[in-house]
């Protein structure tokens, strides 16, 4: 059974930046994606980034690329999402998510995750 459990969240002030980590566990295929989502307060859930497993490729969407970075140690098992230059506009619970496919096909698209983390909230204010 795969886990994840995400943990750095927290507040920030306009500018300033975090570092969130997902920690993940029982996964056994080789092909998988591992993506971070968001959800605000009376928002959809809406994905920021993903990150493949075969050769560490990425994907933003276009509201956080050249702010956000993702990345992985694979001999910590965990993925991170470095978050830089933040505006009170990305306040939201940040979660980590598996999808059994690989990331050009998974991207963003919600049933494709299987396993999802608890969630971490990320709070932008001064």
């Known amino acids: 059974q795969v886990q994840l459990v995400e943990s750095g969240g927290g507040l920030a002030q306009p500018g300033g930046s975090l570092r969130l980590s997902c920690v993940f566990s029982?996964?056994?295929?080789?092909?998988?994606?591992i993506a971070w989502f968001r959800q605000a307060p009376g928002k959809e859930r809406e994905g920021v980034s993903c990150?493949?497993?075969?050769?560490?490729?990425?994907y933003y969407s276009a509201s956080v690329k050249d702010r956000f970075t993702i990345s992985r140690d694979d001999s910590k098992n965990t993925v991170y999402l470095q978050m830089d230059s933040l505006p009170p506009a990305v306040t939201a619970v940040y979660y980590c998510?598996?999808?059994?496919?690989?990331?050009?096909?998974?991207?963003?698209?919600?049933?494709?995750?299987?396993?999802w983390g608890q969630g971490t909230q990320v709070t932008v204010s001064s």
């Open positions: 998510a598996h999808g059994g496919l690989p990331m050009q096909i998974a991207e963003f698209t919600p049933a494709v995750y299987t396993s």
């Open positions: 029982g996964i056994t295929l080789d092909y998988y994606t």
């Open positions: 990150i493949s497993s075969a050769d560490r490729s990425t």
